[in-house]
């Protein structure tokens, strides 16, 4: 257990390059009289270790991010889907995100994100995606077990509702195990 936590800790977790999250806020406004509200994604991202200031508003935290790296020339990326949970209890939890997008290349990747803020595990999330993709990429190396493995457990068992979430399944029961550890 200690080895395959390891490998999936370096695969996903320890996965901040090329882009790594910085100093960022969300913030919501009101929207024009019609119950929606617009979010708002301003901070900074990393590319190699530069700096970039990067703003996006869209209809949720996770569409103003996209939005925001839009801008910085992350458009061909398109997001699939998500799940999250809680992965310790109390107040003060902590929350993963797994994350699936589709890169350029049209092969969904999937990334994972742990924050105890839910919008951050997301972010998080997104970018371990997009580096992951840039490295299989780059390297030409053929998929590794965790990237194979991810899309298992992200499906296994689950089905999507016609709202597109997921329900059901023994996915939470896989899950289960690797709360343990955090």
Known sequence: PQEILGL???EYLHNDTPYRLGKHKFYSEAGDGNGEE???FSGTVFKDGAEISVEGKG???INAFCDAMNQIGLGSYNFISYHEHAISIGSDSKAIAYIEIENPQ???????GI?????RASIRGILCAINRSIRQETQHSPLSVFSLFAPFL??????KTPGGQFS???FNGIMAGVKKYY
């Open 8 to 10: 999936f800790q370096k």
């Open 38 to 40: 617009i979010a708002h």
């Open 59 to 61: 209809n949720g935290p």
């Open 106 to 112: 049209g092969k969904h990747i999937f990334g994972v």
């Open 115 to 119: 924050s105890s803020n839910i919008n």
């Open 154 to 159: 992200f499906h296994f068992g689950l089905e």
């Open 168 to 170: 059901g399944g023994s």
